[in-house]
């Protein structure tokens, strides 16, 4: 878990996550949320007396639900939070992805993901620890920032959108650690994983939507459609970059529903 004190946006941002759902003190809510905030959670409507009116229901129904951040992100007016919830004590809990987006000062826009997490993987690894040196919940390399960006938007173009499996050759290092729940470990179980998923979805289409970047932590926010007229699932591949090559991954999926408390969608 990591400690986060101050008042800076990824500071705020864990405030209100808090108050939202561990029923804190819901006037950081009205100090750091704007009244227009807009939401994509498709069990929330919009605006800051939605979030704690849905904070509210959430804590009478999972009253001695834990929360702990994992890792955090901040660029420019955004910030993403990798977080571990448990619901119910001794359930494996949820894999939450959260991002907001600022606007002067204040939350302005927040999108998320939950993913429940399973008893076992295939890689043998948890869906949050790290593995890669040195192992550090905390970005680190900032001066790489613009260079880290670049290369895990290229490899995801190549990757996930063109599906060129060449592109685990080029960026991804030996050592590449994985925690995804369905793929293998390492550089083979990268390959062969997602092999067999390009040939079970020859129409994939996987269309990022922003990505955020922190020194050698990046986070691609993407829609994914594995079939034409399926509505899909939105995604969220987490990168560790280090001397210019992929070591780590981690992620979460969510359906997209039928229907939505708001109008903005998930992306």
Do not use: C
Request: net charge negative; aromatic share 8%; proline share 6%.
């Amino acid at each position: 878990m990591l400690t986060v004190e101050g008042t800076g946006k990824a500071q705020i941002a864990v405030q209100v996550l808090r108050a939202a759902f561990e029923g804190g003190d819901t006037a950081v809510i009205d100090r750091y949320v704007r009244p227009d905030y807009i939401q994509h959670n498709p069990l929330a409507p919009d605006g800051p007396e939605a979030m704690k009116a849905f904070g509210a229901a959430w804590k009478q129904q999972f009253p001695e639900a834990t929360y702990d951040e994992e890792r955090i992100i901040s660029d420019g007016d955004l910030v993403l939070l990798q977080s571990s919830g448990v619901l119910t004590p001794g359930t494996p809990g949820l894999a939450v992805f959260d991002i907001f987006r600022f606007q002067d000062g204040k939350i302005a826009e927040h999108w998320d993901i939950l993913q429940e997490v399973p008893t076992t993987t295939a890689n043998g690894n948890d869906l949050f620890s790290t593995l890669s040196r040195p192992r550090s919940e905390a970005s680190g390399q900032r001066q790489f920032t613009v260079y880290n960006k670049k290369l895990v938007t290229d490899y995801v173009d190549q990757l996930l959108v063109r599906k060129d499996l060449a592109a685990v050759d080029t960026y991804v290092d030996p050592e590449y650690h994985e925690h995804s729940p369905n793929i293998h470990e390492g550089v083979a179980g990268v390959k062969a994983g997602l092999g067999t998923y390009f040939e079970r979805f020859p129409q994939l289409s996987v269309a990022p939507k922003r990505v955020i970047a922190e020194g050698d932590l990046v986070a691609v926010h993407s829609h994914y459609v594995d079939t034409p007229g399926e509505r899909g699932r939105a995604v969220i591949d987490l990168f560790r970059v280090r001397d210019g090559r992929i070591v780590e991954h981690w992620d979460a999926s969510q359906d997209v529903p039928e229907n939505s408390a708001n109008n903005n969608t998930m992306f």
